[in-house]
């Protein structure tokens, strides 16, 4: 092989994709700011208007830029789609369908209502109407790909955000045929073709979901026996990229397919495994895409241009987290939920890209101004995490909570995961016996319902990053989780216990059978919230009834003996499990 093959263009780019991750993530963590920062402005630096402007002159910088752009295209809309399969991932088609309102109601409303208002501002400026329909719809998409990371799917800014953007990439397909139709060559088979595309891509989508229900833990049981992680990622990668070229195919966007192998394999015992896996492509995926998002930003037009692109800017981003607030608000959320989300959705999104090149291509718009608008999404989608931090700042401030006195952070106490119902009885009763704790909760409503009312309550992901790291997992008394959620409480168990091998953790269990799951998780105790509420009533219908308290009693000890043998059975436990105290039932 000669040695000029082995300073290809790919290699080249590869290395600075990857030097770059190596450069960005740590420098960037090291000073906690976001990434996403990072490497929009690797972007620039390494594009086409940065240093890649001057490779004619010096050579030498062409092993330290990009020298084709367009090529890692493809790659970043990889990223896209390993992101809404981790999304599917954390899902389920249960929570799909509770969001279901919010989805069709929310969604539709903010796109809708944003894209038409949006359009009215453009025409009225002197855009055709057509164009400014096209420029409109464009502009009132957000970003998928760095949202849904900063604010997760399970807080109420999570769930607002999540269903706004679900129902942006169910409609990308239509608008885009829409705004085929509206060309000016336009055929009038353009509306038939989307018919055609839309009952050819529910019929993929059913097809996938009973192949994927039957198939996929066949698939994964068949990776696992082979204990081989290579083959489990295969496997991961076979099931997300066919599941998107199979949309595809049909003329659907291929994250729709992606999204829904992510929640069939929610659905199975292996989620777990996959979600870890893909991790790591996932981040450098996304890497890639926001790498392209720099590269497209030419400084030098900016310059050029300052005051229109400013102007620009700030209205799109002033006039979408202003209606989208006021929508939140109107739909009952409470303010500082409808501030935070309002302006972390603000920003444009790599969908407006896609929409802009399509609008270009039909001739509704001029190249120009398709490029001066791209220009004002990517400085908007640069912006999206310092509004993300913005957002929690006004959230805080147009609904403050009193400040609790901090404890002392060095002393051991009871980390309490949900301030929910629970969780708050549970500290209560840690408060009258003078133990000190702390609750963790991701829904920023609850916790600032809780520490209105005097708990000591902090906001986070304690299934993400280091949060219970900050609370001091290290030299915690116990863990105690007190969610609702049977397979998030498995995962954070299992979790837990991989890392804290002594700690004490006790779960909240919905039933016989999930706390048998949480034993085999590795619980130190699982609690069943419906077997003490059944032998209670049972208790007291037998008594009133006129059953003598002896006998029932016994009875009741004995269907608890029957409970704990079966759990201790299911879990595979070699000890018998205490379903109550041992001072009142041993």
């Not at 002159?57 to 752009?69: A, F, W």
């Not at 789609?81 to 369908?97: D, H, K, M």
């Not at 991701?442 to 708990?455: E, F, L, N």
């Amino acid at each position: 092989m000669a040695s000029g093959d082995l300073a290809s263009p790919a290699i080249s780019d590869a290395l600075v994709i990857l030097g770059a991750a190596g450069l960005v993530i740590p420098v960037f963590t090291r000073f906690r700011i976001t990434p996403v920062i990072g490497f929009i402005l690797i972007g620039i630096l390494v594009g086409p208007y940065g240093l890649g402007q001057l490779v004619y002159e010096r050579p030498l910088l062409e092993h330290i830029t990009i020298s084709d752009p367009e090529a890692l295209e493809p790659f970043a809309e990889f990223g896209i789609i390993l992101l809404l399969f981790a999304i599917g991932l954390e899902l389920s088609f249960n929570r799909l369908w509770q969001l279901r309102r919010l989805v069709f109601g929310l969604g539709a409303m903010e796109l809708m209502i944003g894209g038409l208002c949006l359009a009215a501002v453009l025409a009225m400026m002197g855009q055709y109407w057509t164009g400014a329909l096209a420029l409109g719809f464009a502009l009132a998409f957000s970003s998928t790909a760095i949202v849904l990371p900063i604010s997760g799917s399970t807080s109420p800014v999570g769930r607002a955000a999540l269903s706004m953007l679900l129902f942006e990439d169910i409609m990308i397909v239509p608008i885009i045929f829409i705004l085929g139709a509206m060309a000016p060559n336009a055929q009038a088979e353009g509306w038939s073709g989307m018919i055609d595309t839309l009952w050819q891509g529910a019929l993929v989508i059913a097809v996938m979901m009973i192949a994927g229900r039957i198939a996929l833990p066949r698939l994964f049981a068949q990776a696992a026996r082979t204990k081989s992680p290579e083959l489990f990622l295969a496997a991961a990668l076979l099931v997300v990229i066919g599941a998107s070229l199979a949309t595809a195919a049909v003329g659907l966007s291929p994250i729709v397919g992606a999204l829904i192998a992510g929640l069939l394999i929610a659905e199975t015992e292996y989620h777990g495994e996959v979600e870890t896996i893909m991790e790591p492509f996932k981040g450098l995926a996304l890497g890639i895409f926001l790498i392209t998002v720099g590269m497209s930003i030419d400084l030098r037009t900016i310059w050029e241009n300052l005051g229109t692109i400013a102007i620009a800017v700030l209205g799109v981003l002033v006039f979408k987290a202003l209606l989208t607030g006021t929508l939140l608000r109107l739909m009952g959320a409470r303010r500082s939920t409808a501030a935070e989300t309002g302006i972390l959705m603000a920003s444009p999104s790599e969908t407006t890209l896609i929409v802009l090149a399509a609008a270009s291509s039909a001739m509704l718009i001029q190249p120009g101004t398709a490029q001066f608008w791209q220009i004002v999404t990517a400085i908007g989608l640069t912006f999206t995490p310092l509004l993300a931090r913005l957002g929690r700042v006004v959230g805080r401030r147009v609904e403050s909570a009193p400040e609790l006195p901090e404890e002392d952070e060095g002393e051991p106490r009871v980390i309490i995961i949900g301030a929910g119902r629970v969780g708050r009885l549970i500290a209560q009763m840690l408060d009258e016996h003078g133990k000190p704790y702390v609750a963790i909760d991701s829904d920023a409503d609850m916790i600032q319902s809780a520490k209105r009312k005097g708990y000591r309550a902090v906001f986070g992901d304690a299934a993400r990053g280091d949060a219970l790291q900050r609370l001091g997992i290290e030299d915690a008394l116990a863990v105690v989780l007190t969610m609702d959620e049977p397979i998030l409480a498995q995962r954070l168990v299992a979790k837990l216990r991989a890392s804290h091998p002594d700690l004490l953790i006790v779960a909240r269990a919905r039933d016989i059978a999930h706390a048998s799951a949480l034993y085999r998780a590795g619980a130190s105790h699982a609690v069943p919230e419906t077997l003490e509420a059944t032998l209670q009533l049972s208790e007291a219908v037998l008594v009133d009834i006129g059953v003598a308290m002896g006998p029932v009693i016994a009875s009741i000890h004995e269907k608890r003996d029957e409970f704990r043998a079966r759990i201790e059975e299911d879990g595979a436990l070699t000890y018998k499990p205490k379903l109550r105290s041992g001072t009142v039932d041993g």
